[in-house]
């Protein structure tokens, strides 16, 4: 994670480190709301959030993809498995918000 991305995460969600997991990927607009009426059951979007965090995390999962094979490893399973890179590149956004939810509640450093 960069400066801007770090910036942007203590600007504008100063209660990362005391969420959940879920609470925290909703609020940043990364979390997929389904489009279920009666029998139909359609495709889950991501939607709502603070868009200037969900765009930096966006940027820092392109950067943690090229970067760490953990990061890397875990898009293309749910590139593949969707079909969808986008899918891909959200999910790692979502899984990089978790990672740095965990390390500001535990105060440990990324391993």
């Given at each position: 994670v960069g400066?801007?991305?770090?910036?942007?995460l203590v600007a504008h969600m100063p209660e990362l480190g005391s969420?959940?997991?879920k609470k925290a990927g909703a609020l940043a607009g990364l979390a997929p709301f389904n489009d279920?009426?009666?029998h139909?059951?359609?495709?889950r979007h991501i939607k709502g959030g603070?868009?200037?965090?969900r765009k930096?995390?966006?940027m820092a999962a392109l950067g943690a993809i090229r970067a760490n094979t953990r990061f890397k490893s875990f898009f293309q399973a749910v590139a593949e498995r969707s079909g969808s890179?986008?899918?891909g590149i959200i999910a790692v956004a979502r899984k990089l918000l978790t990672v740095l939810n965990a390390m500001q509640r535990d105060?440990?450093?990324f391993e």
């Open positions: 400066k801007i991305t770090a910036l942007t969420l959940t997991p279920d009426s009666g139909r059951r359609g495709r603070r868009r200037r965090v930096a995390l966006y890179k986008k899918v105060r440990k450093a």
